[in-house]
């Protein structure tokens, strides 16, 4: 069919990039001028991609130009395979998958089945095979996780930390183990280090508030705050999820933290909110309560 002609849902094929947190779309289009759609959104999408020829997942340009710094070269930020050239995809695509792929595909199948030890051992015999296999190195700490196993977690987040220092993945969930076991100051460092590598990054900065709250430096902690719901507000953050989530999540934070600051009046409007947008916790459910007792309304 020849392209000028084909109808639109026949021309073009629309793919999310594969990196961490990146919202952006990849537009692969055989009409002439590309993607209509795409052209007239180009924040939304992606006008040049390249695909790992090892995972053959697909990469927009802003990642790739990204890792190309970290990793001086252009390597998949999830299997450090070489990233080559769309046009390459029909060999691409009928590659067999090296063994170590076919090990962290079944581990993630064992994982949503709950056989989280199976899946820990696929993605050790995957780290074996492929060394620096960033994929492998971020589930096996997962799974560590959930198995208790906090120590060995933390090193195995370190081993992706060493192979790429900028894994928002493994920065928010380091940051958070290191939350949940009270190392305050390995916590706060994290989440310093989260923001070095993505300014932009909403959770970071709601993650560092959540910290700087529990170490009581309130003001700080509410700027931080501030400074997430602003970027999110603004539509420039990384990670923003169309569903609001993170709206919510910083007016819970930011509720938090106005209860113990003693600002009754601005704690309820947020934690309303919170609540409003979706996904409140029993915490927010909690500080509702606090908050009107103290001013004096038990509802």
């Given at each position: 069919?020849?392209g000028a002609d084909a109808p639109l849902?026949?021309?073009?094929?629309?793919?999310?990039?594969?990196?961490?947190?990146?919202?952006?779309?990849?537009?692969?289009?055989?009409?002439?001028?590309?993607?209509?759609?795409?052209?007239?959104?180009?924040?939304?999408?992606?006008?040049?991609?390249?695909?790992?020829?090892?995972?053959?997942?697909?990469?927009?340009?802003?990642?790739?130009?990204?890792?190309?710094?970290?990793?001086?070269?252009?390597?998949?930020?999830?299997?450090l395979g070489t990233l080559t050239d769309?046009?390459?995809?029909?060999?691409?695509?009928?590659?067999?998958?090296?063994?170590?792929?076919?090990?962290?595909?079944?581990?993630?199948?064992?994982?949503?089945?709950?056989?989280?030890?199976?899946?820990?051992?696929?993605?050790?015999?995957?780290?074996?095979?492929?060394?620096?296999?960033?994929?492998?190195?971020?589930?096996?700490?997962?799974?560590?996780?959930?198995?208790?196993?906090?120590?060995?977690?933390?090193?195995?987040?370190?081993?992706?930390?060493?192979?790429?220092?900028?894994?928002?993945?493994?920065?928010?969930?380091?940051?958070?183990?290191?939350?949940?076991?009270?190392?305050?100051?390995?916590?706060?460092?994290?989440?310093?280090?989260?923001?070095?590598?993505?300014?932009?990054?909403?959770?970071?900065?709601?993650?560092?508030?959540?910290?700087?709250?529990?170490?009581?430096?309130?003001?700080?902690?509410?700027?931080?705050?501030?400074?997430?719901?602003?970027?999110?507000?603004?539509?420039t953050g990384v990670g923003s999820l169309?569903?609001?989530?993170?709206?919510?999540?910083?007016?819970?934070?930011?509720?938090?933290?106005?209860?113990?600051?003693?600002?009754?009046?601005?704690?309820?409007?947020?934690?309303?909110?919170?609540?409003?947008?979706?996904?409140?916790?029993?915490?927010?459910?909690?500080?509702?309560?606090?908050?009107?007792?103290?001013?004096?309304?038990?509802?």
């Amino acid at each position: 069919m020849d392209g000028a002609d084909a109808p639109l849902e026949a021309s073009v094929a629309v793919y999310y990039c594969s990196a961490y947190f990146c919202d952006r779309m990849i537009s692969v289009s055989v009409i002439p001028g590309g993607n209509p759609v795409a052209r007239a959104n180009p924040g939304s999408f992606a006008g040049q991609h390249m695909i790992c020829g090892d995972c053959k997942r697909r990469f927009c340009y802003q990642c790739v130009r990204a890792n190309a710094r970290r990793f001086d070269a252009a390597l998949c930020s999830r299997c450090l395979g070489t990233l080559t050239d769309p046009a390459d995809w029909p060999e691409v695509r009928d590659r067999a998958a090296p063994a170590e792929l076919d090990l962290v595909e079944r581990g993630n199948e064992l994982a949503r089945s709950g056989r989280d030890s199976e899946a820990l051992a696929a993605f050790t015999a995957a780290i074996e095979l492929r060394p620096r296999y960033i994929d492998a190195h971020f589930y096996q700490g997962l799974m560590l996780n959930d198995l208790g196993r906090p120590d060995e977690a933390v090193a195995a987040y370190r081993q992706v930390l060493g192979i790429d220092p900028g894994h928002l993945g493994t920065l928010l969930n380091l940051g958070r183990l290191c939350m949940r076991r009270g190392q305050l100051d390995e916590a706060l460092a994290v989440c310093e280090q989260t923001l070095r590598a993505e300014p932009n990054f909403v959770l970071g900065h709601l993650d560092r508030a959540v910290v700087l709250h529990l170490m009581h430096r309130l003001d700080e902690a509410l700027a931080a705050c501030a400074r997430g719901m602003e970027i999110e507000r603004a539509g420039t953050g990384v990670g923003s999820l169309p569903d609001r989530t993170n709206q919510a999540t910083g007016q819970s934070v930011k509720a938090a933290i106005l209860l113990d600051l003693g600002r009754h009046a601005e704690a309820l409007a947020a934690v309303d909110a919170a609540i409003a947008g979706g996904g409140a916790t029993s915490i927010d459910h909690q500080n509702r309560v606090e908050i009107l007792e103290a001013l004096g309304r038990g509802e």
